[in-house]
């Protein structure tokens, strides 16, 4: 579900449509304030963009979502995991995975060919949000999250909604070191020799850790193919960042 306002684009998930609480949504680069390669709705405050340009085009981005706060990851393409509570929300460690049963309070994480994918557990009332790059995959971010939150809120897998953003699919998922940089059980998934499909990949650790296949949701758009609508830093080494948020909305 693709929608729009004050020319800001994003998409929507068709698994949460029916939860309207959950307010959500993946930015495409347009809208934004941004200039040269940035342009133009870059959320990333790390590249070198102009600051105001920035904190306009966050700004933009939090009112598409309707809440009054919003909490970036600090990623590292690593496989750390956060609860937000309401005490520790305004000092976020490092992490690619938040999660939280805050109200009125987002999440987000930003990305450019990496996945971004939106965990949201109805049962509990809880979300979360993950940055996955070839290194999160690697070492399982989507399983390690889904142990915490089991851990910390009592997430059950086979409950769990997750949906995928658009990233670099098969066509342009290359890596030549494979063998050195990805882990054995990756190498069946070649579509042609060196490129793979990480879609396929995430889904099947999804689902070998619980999460029902009918409540998975992968975009299936590639960033990289998708250049004019989405970041691809495959495609240009010096550009902006996407965005993925959710929230609990009271």
Request: proline share 4%; aromatic share 10%.
């Amino acid at each position: 579900m693709e929608s729009s306002k004050e020319k800001v684009e994003w998409i929507e998930f068709s698994l949460l449509e029916p939860y309207t609480h959950v307010s959500h949504a993946v930015f495409s680069r347009h809208g934004g304030l941004s200039k040269g390669p940035f342009a133009s709705l870059n959320l990333s405050d790390q590249l070198g963009d102009d600051p105001n340009a920035v904190k306009a085009n966050r700004e933009l981005m939090q009112k598409v979502i309707g809440v009054p706060q919003m909490r970036y990851a600090q990623q590292t393409h690593g496989v750390n995991t956060h609860r937000v509570t309401a005490k520790n929300h305004d000092k976020i460690p490092a992490a690619d995975a938040l999660y939280t049963t805050e109200r009125d309070l987002a999440l987000v994480v930003t990305h450019a060919d990496c996945q971004a994918a939106i965990f949201y557990d109805p049962v509990h009332e809880a979300i979360g949000v993950v940055h996955a790059g070839w290194r999160g995959s690697a070492a399982n971010i989507y399983a390690r999250t889904i142990e915490a939150m089991h851990r910390d809120i009592g997430t059950q897998a086979q409950n769990l909604i997750v949906c995928i953003s658009p990233s670099l699919g098969p066509d342009h998922a290359e890596y030549k070191n494979y063998k050195q940089e990805l882990p054995e059980s990756f190498w069946s998934y070649q579509k042609k020799p060196n490129y793979f499909d990480f879609w396929a990949i995430s889904e099947a650790q999804l689902t070998e850790a619980g999460v029902l296949a009918k409540n998975i949701e992968i975009s299936g758009i590639c960033t990289h193919c998708a250049s004019d609508d989405y970041f691809s830093y495959r495609r240009v080494k010096q550009t902006g960042r996407n965005a993925t948020a959710v929230a609990l909305k009271s």
